[in-house]
């Protein structure tokens, strides 16, 4: 499907700049969305957000209150859009029931039904699916975040991360090929987080259009394709994750340096065009400071810094960019 | 094995395992109390006097509507409050249904307490004698069953468009129904409780209570009928166009 409205270059490798983030929508876009708005009273939820999303791995990304739980709320059509549109495998996203035939939502709120087991709770959305084989199905959707050893105890006495599991299994229990999950990963343990991680890529990769909302930046990290940052309801930037930081490494960059002689490497380091601020920093133990310096070509300074620290036989202990990872992207595209 | 009305069942579930149906159980039991403090002294009024009473000035305008109130509220309103409702409405099921199997739990539930508490207190005052009366107790069920139609559809789609359903039921059947109801006359036709009472009237040739301007069977049935298939015509509406947040 071709959206016309709103022309767009291509997804892969691009980023938007915030003024213009534009949809990547593409022909394999399984949900397309149009000039979304949400708004109660004066207050903007979300604000003319366009964009796309193919079969893959999707993170929403914000910080709480950004709009994402709204975002997804519209897509699943149980909030209806102040202004806009939203389509998913073509069809509107609120008003047709069918639909959800081949969606499913891990919603965010905790609450299940505390009387009726594990089982029981999948299976009745098995029943509500009109699953011609609901026990089948529910045996499936268990085993696949293994629950089964747990899966007739009630759901009252469940932990925070086996509500998430049996939420994931419940909106599993139909194979949809569309899989929206508001914050799947909170209240996990590690081990928990790491199967539930391993299991959206394999959605993923099955063809499966999954779209993760989450504040927890390092793991989006580890599952999602493509990112779609949201801050104050606008859609902050759209794109491939690894593009977006290759787009951070042409602005000044933050690195902490501790070695045996900070001020004579600062010295040398100082005659880098590219070094835009340096400071000191104290430690708490009153050893030597650290060195914090800020680069505007941060490729080119990994590669000076040792260069400099062996030509004065300065021993480096630690190199450590202070935002290199998801939460700089994040950082970066939420505060422009 | 499929399971035909999946949300009936999972809505009785819920009821068993409230706090409400316990608060309703404990209620419905008020009527007993009066029987067997009836037991103790009759005074001049005959048993069948006695049970007229009680349904016509306790359970008609107070305990049938309360506990439909309270199960009503309880079916539809606290699934959207605590968010239990996105389970139900992203399946490929149309909201009438929804609707419809929640109904049904409802009535259902309210029917077997309410037919449970007027068949205790009528056995206690017919003092072993129950077979004697049974057209009354008979009356008085349909009575019920009729109430329970009309408050359940009135209160569930309340549930859905108040935010404090169950303060604007209470408000509706003590004060508009009980209170107001007493001193304007006119209330009374468009209170579920006046066609409740007319029922019952209608259907005995010895009501042992008067009951004023006192509808006609068919046309009180038709109204309640009428009245369940417009509020429960809203309820789904409102499912259908209330943002789920």
């Not at chain 1, 000076?304 to 030509?311: D, E, F, K, S, T």
């Not at chain 2, 037991?39 to 009473?53: H, K, M, Q, V, Y």
Request: with cysteine.
């Amino acid at each position: 499907m071709t959206v016309p409205a709103m022309p767009s270059p291509p997804m892969t490798g691009e980023v938007r700049p915030p003024a213009s983030v534009a949809p990547p929508i593409t022909e394999n876009a399984t949900i397309v969305v149009e000039r979304l708005s949400k708004w109660y009273g004066d207050v903007v939820a979300v604000s003319d957000v366009t964009f796309g999303i193919d079969p893959g791995v999707t993170a929403l990304l914000g910080p709480n209150g950004a709009g994402k739980s709204t975002t997804l709320e519209m897509l699943t059509g149980l909030l209806a859009p102040s202004a806009g549109t939203i389509r998913l495998l073509g069809k509107p996203a609120r008003g047709d029931v069918s639909l959800y035939r081949d969606v499913g939502l891990v919603p965010e709120q905790e609450t299940l039904y505390p009387f009726l087991t594990c089982r029981e709770f999948v299976r009745l959305n098995a029943v509500l699916q009109k699953l011609s084989d609901p026990d089948a199905a529910t045996e499936r959707a268990l085993d696949i975040v293994e629950m089964l050893p747990d899966a007739d105890r009630e759901l009252r006495g469940f932990s925070k991360g086996m509500r998430q599991r049996t939420k994931v299994a419940a909106a599993l229990v139909h194979d949809p090929s569309i899989l929206l999950m508001d914050e799947p990963l909170n209240g996990t343990d590690p081990l928990q987080r790491a199967r539930l991680i391993d299991l959206i890529i394999r959605l993923g990769k099955q063809g499966k259009t999954v779209v993760v909302s989450s504040h927890i930046l390092h793991e989006v990290e580890r599952f999602a394709d493509r990112i779609l940052v949201i801050n104050r309801g606008k859609l902050a930037a759209a794109g491939d994750y690894h593009a977006i930081r290759d787009k951070i490494d042409e602005h000044a960059r933050a690195v902490r340096i501790r070695c045996s002689d900070p001020r004579r490497l600062a010295s040398e380091l100082i005659r880098d065009n590219a070094i835009v601020s340096m400071r000191f920093e104290p430690t708490l133990d009153g050893t030597l400071p650290s060195l914090v310096i800020e680069t505007g070509d941060v490729r080119s300074f990994y590669r000076i810094a040792p260069a400099a620290a062996r030509a004065l036989d300065v021993h480096l202990y630690e190199v450590s960019a202070l935002d290199d990872s998801l939460a700089s992207v994040f950082a970066y595209v939420v505060g422009r | 094995m499929m399971d035909p009305v999946p949300i009936l069942g999972l809505t009785i579930r819920q009821f068993i395992g409230g706090k409400a149906i316990r608060v309703v159980f404990l209620f419905s039991l008020v009527p007993a109390i009066f029987a067997l403090i009836y037991l103790i002294d009759a005074g001049t009024s005959t048993p069948r006097e006695f049970i007229a009473g009680i349904f016509q000035e306790l359970v008609a305008p107070t305990l049938l509507p309360i506990v439909t109130l309270i199960l009503a509220t309880n079916a539809l309103g606290n699934e959207v409050e605590d968010r239990t409702m996105v389970y139900l409405v992203l399946k490929p099921i149309s909201r009438a249904r929804i609707v419809l199997e929640k109904f049904a739990a409802v009535v259902l539930t309210a029917t077997l307490i309410l037919w449970e508490s007027m068949l205790l207190t009528y056995l206690l005052a017919m003092r072993g004698d129950a077979g004697n009366n049974i057209e009354q107790l008979l009356a008085i069920f349909a009575a019920q069953f009729v109430g329970v139609l009309g408050y359940g559809a009135l209160f569930m789609a309340i549930s859905l468009i108040v935010p404090r359903a169950l303060l604007a039921g209470l408000i509706y059947s003590l004060l508009w129904e009980s209170l107001f109801g007493r001193f304007i006359p006119g209330i009374r036709l468009v209170s579920v409780r006046h066609y409740v009472q007319s029922i019952y009237v209608r259907l005995l040739d010895r009501p042992a209570v008067s009951l004023d301007e006192a509808m006609n069977l068919f046309p009180a049935l038709i109204v309640i009928a009428c009245l369940v298939g417009a509020t429960l015509a809203i309820a789904t509406w409102r499912l259908r166009t209330m943002n789920l947040e």
